[in-house]
């Protein structure tokens, strides 16, 4: 079975600063791999995701993420984070060609963004 | 932009009552999931439903849980008997046939009390 982990739990930075979240999958083939983000009181939304070709994948508000399979990894970036990004992220794999199709979910990073 | 709906966005229950969960997915598709939440933990999967039937389900997912499509548009969770460790967000998600992706709902926050 697939596993996600997330390292950061919880990151502050100031406005205007990068970001990148750490996410690492543990499973042997082929997996898609998705960011959500769950700004508070409301319902996950997919922030970007990756099933083949381009490894660098860019997706709404100016996310982007990198998938290196060598390491397993897909880590979320954003060049200069702005308040409004508060909210909790999540990084998510499933199985392509799965019946089921569900996703594995990472246990997060709350990200505070200072003004 | 279709969205999936949830109903009630937050329920109170008695320990060993029976709760239902309902949902609205996206119209046309066709895969339809229950996660939860426990507060301050990861997003788990309960179960997923496709073509009128449970297709996978997690150790979670118990004889206390079941799943409906009652008709062509709500999707049920049902516990029977709510413990006090079934206080949870449950959120429904849905996709369709073409890409894996899964939409999400705004979550029913269950207190069992």
């Known amino acids: 079975a697939q596993s996600v982990s997330q390292h950061n739990h919880h990151v502050i930075l100031s406005e205007a600063a990068s970001l990148e979240l750490g996410c690492n999958y543990s499973?042997?083939?082929?997996?898609?791999l998705f960011w959500y983000v769950q700004y508070p009181g409301q319902h996950l939304q997919l922030l970007l995701k990756?099933?083949?070709?381009?490894?660098l994948v860019k997706g709404i508000k100016g996310f982007e993420a990198e998938f290196i399979k060598s390491k397993f990894s897909f880590n979320l970036r954003k060049p200069s984070v702005q308040w409004s990004d508060t909210a909790e992220y999540f990084c998510a794999v499933n199985v392509p060609w799965s019946s089921a199709r569900q996703l594995t979910f990472g246990s997060g990073t709350q990200l505070t963004v200072l003004p | 932009e279709p969205e999936v709906t949830q109903t009630p966005s937050h329920q109170v229950t008695q320990m060993g009552q029976e709760v239902i969960l309902r949902c609205v997915p996206i119209s046309n598709h066709l895969y339809f999931y229950w996660y939860r939440q426990i507060l301050g933990q990861k997003v788990e999967f309960l179960v997923s439903f496709y073509n009128n039937e449970i297709s996978e389900k997690s150790e979670i997912f118990d004889d206390q849980f079941s799943v409906e499509r009652p008709d062509g548009s709500n999707f049920t969770l049902k516990i029977r008997s709510t413990k006090l460790e079934d206080s949870a967000m449950y959120f429904c998600?849905?996709?369709?046939?073409?890409?894996?992706?899964?939409?999400f709902g705004q979550g029913t926050r269950l207190t069992v009390v």
């Open positions: 990756y099933f083949s070709g381009d490894p």
């Open positions: 499973y042997g083939g082929t997996v898609n």
């Open positions: 998600a849905s996709s369709d046939g073409t890409f894996p992706e899964a939409f």
